[in-house]
Nanobody, 120 residues
């Protein structure tokens, strides 16, 4: 069983920055997409940013220009650089890895979540 371990969350003032990291407990094969989701109290979980195996990225409109997703294939790791943070970015952030191929059963792994709190 693969575990995704997140780190880097915390409390920051509005306008500040945080960098989230997510690393897999062991090698993962046939990754299709790695991403970050978030869930604020009383709201549904939403996609923040994703990066495909080919390096294509996509972002939620609310974070475009402020957040940057990146990955390290050798480490099976994904990162989220968050700049110009706003109070509305406050949420639990979850790492996600999806994959599968003709040789590997499809999978959908989630991290345990890391709290990001932005004070005004």
């Amino acid at each position: 069983q693969v575990r995704l371990v997140e780190s880097g969350g915390g409390l920051v003032q509005a306008g500040g920055s945080l960098r989230l990291s997510c690393a897999a407990s062991r090698s993962i094969f046939a990754i299709n997409v790695m991403g970050w989701y978030r869930q604020a109290p009383g709201k549904q979980r939403e996609l923040v940013a994703g990066v495909t195996s080919g390096g294509s990225t996509n972002y939620a409109d609310s974070v475009k220009g402020r957040f940057t997703i990146s990955k390290d294939n050798a480490k099976n790791a994904v990162y989220l650089q968050m700049n110009s943070l706003k109070p509305e970015d406050t949420a639990v952030y979850y790492c996600n890895v999806k994959g599968g191929s003709t040789l590997h059963r499809s999978y959908d792994y989630w991290g345990q979540g890391t709290q990001v709190t932005v004070s005004s």
